[in-house]
């Protein structure tokens, strides 16, 4: 297993060491968007890597139905994932 993520996208490419990668859930009501992203400790750019997204139909209607669902979501995923990274933090010497 890598101690890094490593992300190639338009513009921007680089590495990001896991211990460092913070989540964050990128919320757009306008869009009805709800995306996960990694941070370095939350001081740099958000890179975005998935869209949760709780309809098929790509209607505005069906999206605003789910948004405070998929945001619910996200929010739980960064939760578990800042966890996990705080227990792997105080397992390390």
């Not at 990128?26 to 949760?52: C, E, H």
């Amino acid at each position: 297993m890598t101690d890094s993520i490593h992300f190639k996208m338009t513009g921007v490419s680089g590495d990001l060491p896991l211990s460092e990668a913070k989540m964050h859930c990128i919320k757009s009501q306008k869009y009805t968007q709800v995306k996960l992203g990694f941070s370095r400790n939350g001081k740099t750019m958000i890179i975005p890597f998935a869209q949760i997204k709780l309809h098929d139909a790509d209607l505005y209607i069906d999206a605003k139905e789910v948004f405070e669902d998929a945001c619910m979501l996200g929010d739980a995923i960064v939760e578990a994932w800042e966890v996990k990274r705080a227990k792997n933090a105080e397992a390390k010497p």
